[in-house]
């Protein structure tokens, strides 16, 4: 038989159901060079935030992500009110899409008819063996679909097939029913036939003792309660002890609607659209510690991928930073291609330190020096994409004294594992050191008091992530090389309002690197902080309202000095510079070199 291309896809509400569904889809798959997806689903009851289900989701996907690499499928997990109208979304337009799903799902009649995929049910565990299969033939629009996936089969387990007829006698007079009729005939894997008269069920269930398996259609029609796969389907299934499929086909027929069946419409508000993506696109380093698994994802794509440590005066910290990633992530587990250190004229032993420990060290004010050059860690990271060589690109600070390998595979892990990210932010506990006491819980003092505030008024689509203003994130070179970076304080704010400009909410994703502990800046420090990523977010409001808000605005900041019997102001000019993309800058040989 000619075999159909297209996804075949298995979706469920438990890693339970969804195993019982696997050696179906797996023998099909195979049958119909269909390529094999698994949906994981998560409902969440009406009136409750979507994101109380992030930690769900997160279970789901850990436990279904083993069974997608043994199986060598793709995967995802899908949070929604309505999981079915969301499954709907998310299959999108490909026609060619067959979709399994659990009898005990108990998908809504009106939800299983409006599916856009040819869709199976499956009732019971896939057999031992498979030498007879039962194809009831009742003259429905469905009939087709069931003998493909009865085909199919048979095929794949040299099993023979009985047509069981039963079709009312309107549907004899039919030329292209009698022409489907004599196709049957002479299907070599059709070596049985029965016409039945009579009670359907009963012949179905006396039928079944000598089959492994029942493939029919359902209901064309449904009417108002009506069991989804329609009543005949369900009696015959319930009274059968062996596995069943039923089918149905893309929608060909306009469906009554009972006028009291209520049809809750999908919120596309922004609370939801953030709650859902905060739920779906939430990860935890641990899901990408089987760091083998991870090297063998980007080695299966081809992938590179570079590490940039950006660094001022780190000489306490950058060296373990430096030893700890290279011996993990490149000499125990070949997941970085290289590591760069970016430093911005380091007056300590940073630069030594880091040379020390064998990896190059470029000063940024060397790179592009036709550029010319900025201070600022914006200036470093942009600077760091014209000597990065890596398909993807990560960065972390160099101050972290907990320093552990998450904190880079962690970031790596859902670009790696999921091609529709183009950018992923770390976020984790910060405890606050004040003298010698630890105030867990109490650090990222500009990200909550002025940062998130910020996103919330003009930008909510982002007031999801949890720290926008860490240090830790990776992205596609892709991406990056598209987007404008400030060169100061303000470059991870303005990277995502970019990002969400450019690709959209859903190509952002978040992990929790768990916790983060480093020195913690002085008020002052953060007052400057806070007054460039006010400026950054102003420039931006302005440019999308047609306003330059950003030339209006004062660029000095007046900081209190305390004395030990009087205050006075020291003023300082703050402004961040804008650097175009990198795609758009002409990198000439030889404008920059190592040390």
């Not at 698994?38 to 994101?51: D, K, P, R, Y």
């Not at 369900?234 to 059968?240: G, H, K, N």
């Amino acid at each position: 038989m000619t075999a159909p291309t297209g996804r075949l896809l298995i979706a469920g509400e438990s890693l339970e159901r969804i195993t019982h569904l696997l050696p179906f889809g797996k023998v099909l798959a195979e049958a119909q060079g269909r390529t094999l997806q698994i949906v994981g689903l998560v409902a969440v009851s009406q009136g409750q935030s979507l994101s109380t289900a992030a930690l769900e989701v997160r279970h789901l996907r850990e436990a279904l992500e083993p069974l997608a690499r043994q199986h060598d499928a793709a995967f995802s997990v899908h949070v929604a009110h309505d999981i079915w109208a969301e499954l709907s979304k998310a299959m999108g337009e490909e026609t060619e899409t067959l979709l399994l799903l659990d009898l005990a799902s108990e998908v809504p009649a009106d939800r299983l008819h409006a599916l856009p995929a040819n869709v199976v049910v499956v009732a019971r565990a896939f057999p031992t063996k498979l030498e007879h299969i039962l194809l009831p033939i009742r003259g429905g629009p469905y009939a087709e679909l069931a003998l493909r996936l009865a085909l199919a089969l048979a095929e794949a387990h040299q099993a023979e097939i009985t047509v069981l007829h039963a079709a009312p006698g309107a549907r004899l007079g039919d030329g292209l029913y009698q022409d489907f009729l004599r196709h049957l005939h002479e299907l070599p894997a059709v070596t049985r036939w029965v016409n039945v008269h009579g009670n359907v069920v009963k012949a179905i269930a006396r039928e079944a003792r000598d089959h492994q398996l029942l493939v029919m259609g359902a209901i064309a029609r449904p009417r108002p309660g009506d069991p989804p796969i329609g009543p005949i389907a369900l009696r015959a299934v319930s009274e059968v002890a062996i596995p069943a499929l039923v089918v149905k086909s893309r929608r060909e027929f306009p469906l009554p609607v009972s006028p009291t069946a209520e049809v809750v419409p999908i919120d596309y508000t922004i609370s939801v659209v953030v709650d859902k993506w905060f739920a779906e696109n939430s990860f935890h380093a641990s899901e990408f510690s089987d760091l083998k698994r991870l090297v063998e994802l980007k080695e299966r794509q081809g992938l590179t991928i570079s590490l940039g440590l950006p660094a001022l005066n780190e000489e306490a910290t950058i060296g373990e930073v430096i030893q700890t990633v290279k011996r993990c992530l490149m000499e125990e587990h070949p997941l970085l291609d290289e590591i760069v250190v970016i430093d911005s004229m380091s007056t300590d032993r940073t630069v030594a330190i880091a040379q020390e420990s064998g990896v190059p060290v470029y000063r940024h004010p060397e790179i592009l020096p036709a550029s010319g050059s900025y201070g600022g860690k914006g200036e470093a990271l942009w600077k760091s994409l014209a000597v990065l060589q890596g398909d993807l690109i990560a960065w972390i600070d160099t101050d972290i004294l907990n320093i552990h390998p998450r904190f880079v595979y962690g970031i790596l892990g859902p670009l790696i594992r999921e091609p529709h990210l183009m950018y992923v932010k770390g976020y984790y506990q910060r405890p606050l050191r004040v003298g010698s006491k630890v105030q867990v819980g109490e650090g990222g003092r500009v990200t909550e008091l002025v940062a998130r505030p910020l996103l919330n008024l003009f930008y909510p689509e982002l007031s999801g992530l949890v720290q926008p203003l860490s240090g830790e994130y990776a992205g596609r070179r892709s991406a990056l090389e598209q987007l404008p970076f400030f060169t100061g304080y303000g470059v991870e704010i303005g990277l995502l309002i970019d990002l969400l400009n450019k690709f959209g909410l859903s190509a952002i994703g978040q992990v929790d690197l768990e916790e983060r502990v480093h020195r913690n800046q002085p008020l002052s420090a953060l007052g400057r902080m806070a007054f460039a990523i006010i400026q950054v977010v102003m420039k931006r409001v302005g440019e999308q309202r047609g306003m330059a808000l950003l030339d209006a605005m004062h660029e000095s900041l007046k900081q209190i000095l305390y004395g030990q019997e009087h205050f006075e102001l020291e003023v300082q000019a703050i402004r961040d510079a804008e650097r175009p993309p990198m795609a758009m800058t002409k990198k000439a040989p030889n404008e920059f070199g190592a040390s």
